[in-house]
Each structure stands twice: as C-alpha cells, then as structure tokens.
C-alpha cells in the first residue's frame, strides 16, 4: 500500500530503512571487545583498578565502558545496565567514594582508581546498614534498580555530611540538612519502575539518624 502523497515511499520501506539505520550506526558497547569494522582490530589498553578492595588487570577494547568491564569481564553482575544511556541509575558504582554512571565512564579513565560495587558493600552474612535498611523498610520490589539505589544512598548521606550542595540547598553557608527534599533531589537520577520511593527514603533516613 502506498502512503497518500508520497507515491514512490511505502510504509514498510520506511520501516525498512529506519531499522537498517539503526543497525549500521548502533554498535552496542557490550560488543566492543569483538567488534571489528572493515578488518580494523579494537584498539586494546591495558587497565588496573582496585574493585571491591581487590587488584585487578584488564586488556580492554578501549571502547569498552567500567558498566561492562565489571559485569562482562570481572563478572560482577550485581551492577545492573538499564538504559545504557546514563538516564536510570542503574548501573551507579563508586569510584574513590564518590557514585558515577558507570555505563557512562570508559574503563580506561580508571587506572588506579578505587572501585566498589554493590559486592562489595556488603555480604549476605554481614550487610551494609544501607542493604538492611533497604530489607527493613521494603526499599525494593523486583530489585533490579537496586544495587544502584544503594550505592547511590551510601554516596548521598556521604555527600550531605561533606556539606556538597544540590540544586534545592537554601543555605550554602549553613550546614545542610539530611532532609527529605536533599535525598529526593540527589535521588532523582536513579529512577524505580516499582515505584519504591518512599521506602527507599525511609531506608535513607534511618541510616542517617542512626549514624549521625
Ligand atoms: Fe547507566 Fe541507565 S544503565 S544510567
Ligand atoms: Fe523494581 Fe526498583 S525495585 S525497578
């Protein structure tokens, strides 16, 4: 069937067309370490990193993201990728104490740096009072966006304590408070399709009144 007004255009070309596009422009990071256009071989750099308190060498395709380094080559597959695309959250990792988008950060910047993930937050036998309180107060459902909600919460109350401000701090002079609207805002980019907010929020401020 051809589309009204554009007699030579059909909508299935169109499709057609927008599919193979996205194809020949998409190449997904995962793939990185084996992709190869026209006999070209992936550049390589050698990298090491700490992660979670343990020394660790890799020979990565330089396009390769921190996000697949430790989910693909490490196997630490606690750090979820979600959108891949640096707009959910669910990949936050910390580096030197501090929460990255990992999906956003290519392995390569982190020669020497201090990685943890949500591994090494804590063990089953021994949580992290952030992963108790998650437990306690429901902060999760399906748990997927999880591991970056945690690590995200410990670096926030971090954040707060230090006295780094955020787009709702009135008072850049006074010490901030660990207050709803701080956590909600600095929240705001680790995003929960369950819908567990307030239980998260809960979490977050037990664990900042209890180690205050
Ligand atoms: Fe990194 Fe969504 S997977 S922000
Ligand atoms: Fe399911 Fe957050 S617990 S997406």
């Known amino acids: 069937m051809k589309d009204s007004g554009s007699p030579e255009i059909s909508r299935r070309g169109i499709l057609a067309g927008g599919a193979a596009a996205v194809a020949a422009t998409h190449v997904p990071l995962a793939d990185a370490q084996t992709a190869t256009r026209s006999g070209l071989k992936p550049a390589l750099a050698k990298v090491e990193m700490t992660v ?23 196997h630490l597959i606690g750090t979820k990728k979600g959108c891949d695309h640096g707009q959910c959250g669910a990949c936050t990792v910390m580096v030197d104490g501090k929460r990255i988008n990992s999906c956003l950060s290519l392995a390569v910047m982190h020669q020497d740096d201090k990685i943890t993930t949500i591994e090494g937050l804590g ?3 021994k949580l992290h ?3 108790a309180a998650f437990i306690k107060h429901d902060g999760y459902q399906c748990g997927y966006c999880t591991p970056g909600q945690i690590c995200s919460a410990v670096a926030v109350i971090e954040e707060i304590r230090a006295g780094v401000p955020s787009h709702v701090t009135g008072d850049l002079t006074a010490k901030t408070p660990i207050s ?13 399709r369950c819908g567990a907010y307030s239980n998260i929020l809960e979490a977050m401020t037990e664990v900042a009144e209890t180690r205050a």
């Open 52 to 74: 979670n308190g343990k020394r660790q060498a890799m020979e990565l395709d330089t396009r390769t993201t921190l996000l697949d380094a430790l989910r693909e080559h490490l």
């Open 123 to 125: 063990t089953p036998d």
């Open 129 to 131: 009072p952030m992963q």
């Open 180 to 192: 709803n609207a701080e956590m909600r805002e600095r929240m705001s980019g680790n995003i929960c």
